[in-house]
């Protein structure tokens, strides 16, 4: 599985970005997919996943309300769409997919791809 994440970039508090993981190596549509984050210093953390549908999201209490993943089954891709950006959100962001098929979540032995920098200044 390949997993190719773009998007991120430096941007203000209170600012949107939107980050995209493109998907390769299997059927997308039967995977969980998400996106998880490591500030640093500190430990890689879930931010939210997806199931195979889209119809169940899950989110980090500190992104609820802020943040919206969703994927397009068509295209191979899941996107995280990241609103009111708060300095703490800084970190490397990375797409997952479960190890498993047809799962509901990603959990934390997925695969992972390549991050992407968010940089959010105050």
């Known amino acids: 599985v390949q997993l190719q994440a773009s998007g991120g970039g430096s941007v203000q508090a209170g600012d949107s970005l939107r980050l995209s993981c493109a998907a390769s190596g299997r059927t997308f549509s039967r995977s969980a997919m998400g996106w998880f984050r490591q500030a640093p210093g500190k430990e890689r953390e879930f931010v939210a996943d997806?199931?195979?549908?889209?119809?169940?999201?899950y989110y980090a209490d500190s992104v609820k309300g802020r943040f919206t993943i969703s994927r397009d089954n068509t295209k191979n891709t899941v996107y995280l769409q990241m609103n009111s950006l708060k300095p703490e959100d800084t970190a490397v962001y990375y797409c997952?997919?479960?190890?498993?098929?047809?799962?509901?979540?990603?959990?934390?032995?997925?695969?992972w791809g390549q991050g992407t920098q968010v940089t959010v200044s105050s």
């Open positions: 997952a997919a479960a190890r498993q098929e047809f799962t509901s979540r990603v959990g934390t032995d997925g695969y």
């Open positions: 997806i199931n195979r549908s889209g119809g169940y999201r």
